[in-house]
């Protein structure tokens, strides 16, 4: 038998004409996007020979997949026009199977049928009778009427079904799936590298993803699952809800009911998707109007800045005489108005090492980043603590909320995911860290960031 899989139909999740720009099929269930879960669970049916049919997202969901070897398996894939029949594509790829059974599976549902259910051809429900357009026919029957068998389903159909689907594999642990994370307490799972401090509460069922940080005196759940790489800020209440890997939720908030990735929020609960303000979420919430062009540095720091200039000069020298390979970037600089590329104030910097080569060491980032741009802070183009300066390939990376974001930061040596991650975090796990010191920014969570840097540094744990 061999399992046919109508990838055709990957959609994002759109209400009212506002995208969330997400395919559904990608949501998160237990650490692993849906369709990871459907594939594994087809080759766990004994299926190895897999026929997959694109259409949109073809090669988002081909690179996802690759070539088989991942999963053991031997596939080929077919794409398909915008808008057309599957049906009609199987009648000429399968005519010399006329009666060969298969497995006709598609991306928003998992039925949890048994291998025994494959012997008998049938159509699938779920236990509410919504067809799943999971089948096991043959090309003769594909179009027919086949006998219906109710099972237990897990979907992705709507944002509904989705949070339905991530209480109920939460509830019952994962049963039927392989997940990722282990099992701390009853009924919570974690991921390694998050951190929850004792005064937080989670509630059980929670799942959280790798690299998660919990702030003090929130509450976490039932029913909530926390993607890698997210911030959760103090005193606030998260429950029935995702929150989807790199995104920052600040204090003294109450989601509940909604999927929240980055800076927009899809709330089920009114059925609406729209971008998050200072309220919820950290994005533009100032005018750049009122943005200052100085970076501002107090004179302690430049104070400080020189005498580590000073004291740190024979190593400057000896990186400068044996280094021979140099990067030269042209970096956006900040904080400033403009918001045009071709207007903007840029500077060419030179810098021994990137930050990617350094990570994971305290040492590394004291010798390569930190002691050669100390002049940077005796000239008040940055802070000790703050944002690195991006290049401005990076810069046009990045969305139109976080460039104006970026615009409106204080450049500087260290920043938190330096200090948070071992290693150097990818583009979402960078936007919510950065996210999150934008809206901490201040004198005390400086000096907090001070302490960390000197434990890192001493090997001493945080």
């Known amino acids: 038998m061999k399992a046919i899989f109508d990838f055709t139909r990957i959609s994002k999740i759109e209400v009212q004409g506002q995208s969330f720009n997400h395919s559904s099929s990608f949501l998160p ?15 766990r049916l004994g299926i190895s020979e897999w026929e997959i049919y ?5 090669d988002e969901v081909e690179q996802f ?29 399968l005519k010399d199977d006329y009666s060969e059974p298969f497995l006709f599976c598609n991306e928003e549902f998992l039925p949890m049928i048994t291998k025994d259910q494959l012997s008998k051809e049938a159509s699938f429900q779920s236990e509410t009778s919504k067809e799943t357009r999971w089948r096991v026919a043959t090309l003769s029957s594909f179009r027919e009427e086949l006998p219906s068998v109710q099972v237990e389903t897990i979907s992705v159909d709507s944002p509904e079904s989705y949070l339905e689907s991530v209480k109920k594999v939460l509830a019952e642990k994962g049963k039927g799936l392989i ?5 701390i307490r009853e009924g919570i799972w974690a991921g390694p590298g998050s951190r929850i401090p004792d005064t937080s509460t989670l509630v059980a069922p929670v799942y959280l993803g790798s690299q998660v940080r919990i702030d003090s005196q929130s509450i976490i759940g039932p029913n ?20 989807l890997e790199g995104s920052f939720v600040g204090s003294n908030l109450d989601v509940n009911g909604c999927i929240v990735k980055q800076n927009k929020i899809f709330n089920t609960r009114v059925g609406a998707v729209y971008r998050a303000t200072d309220e919820i979420l950290v994005t533009s919430v100032e005018s750049s109007d009122k943005i200052s062009d100085v970076v501002p540095v107090s004179l302690p720091s430049r104070i400080l800045a020189f005498i580590l200039m000073v004291i740190t000069l024979p190593v400057f020298a000896v990186l400068t005489l044996f280094t021979k390979v140099k990067y030269h970037r042209t970096v956006v600089m900040i904080p400033q108005r403009e918001t045009k590329v071709s207007k903007m104030k840029t500077q060419v910097m030179t810098i021994f090492k990137r930050r990617s080569e350094t990570s994971g060491s305290m040492w590394k980032h004291l010798l390569w ?9 005796v000239a008040r183009e940055a802070r000790f603590f703050g944002i690195p300066y991006k290049t401005v390939q990076e810069y046009e990376e990045l969305s139109p909320e976080w460039q104006e974001l970026y615009l409106q930061s204080i450049p500087g040596l ?18 919510a860290s950065e996210m999150y010191y934008h809206a901490m920014d201040c004198r005390s969570y400086n000096m907090s960031l001070f302490r960390k840097y000197v434990k890192r540094l001493l090997n001493i744990p945080l």
Not at 225 to 241: K, L, N
């Open 179 to 183: 997940v990722y994370g282990k099992e």
């Open 29 to 43: 269930i237990m650490g692993k996007p849906f369709i990871q879960h459907i594939l594994e669970y087809v080759e």
């Open 369 to 377: 980043h930190l002691i050669p741009n100390l002049y940077l802070v």
């Open 224 to 243: 909530v699952e926390i993607g890698s790489g997210c911030i959760i800020g103090s005193d606030s209440f998260i429950t029935d809800s995702s929150i």
């Open 65 to 93: 997949i690759g070539d088989g070897e991942r999963w053991g398996v031997t596939l080929s894939y077919h794409l398909l026009k915008k808008d057309a029949m599957i049906e009609s594509r199987l009648s000429m790829d």
């Open 54 to 58: 694109l259409s949109n997202s073809a």
């Open 414 to 431: 260290i920043s938190e995911a330096d200090i948070l991650y071992d290693q150097y975090p990818e583009d979402q796990l960078l936007f």
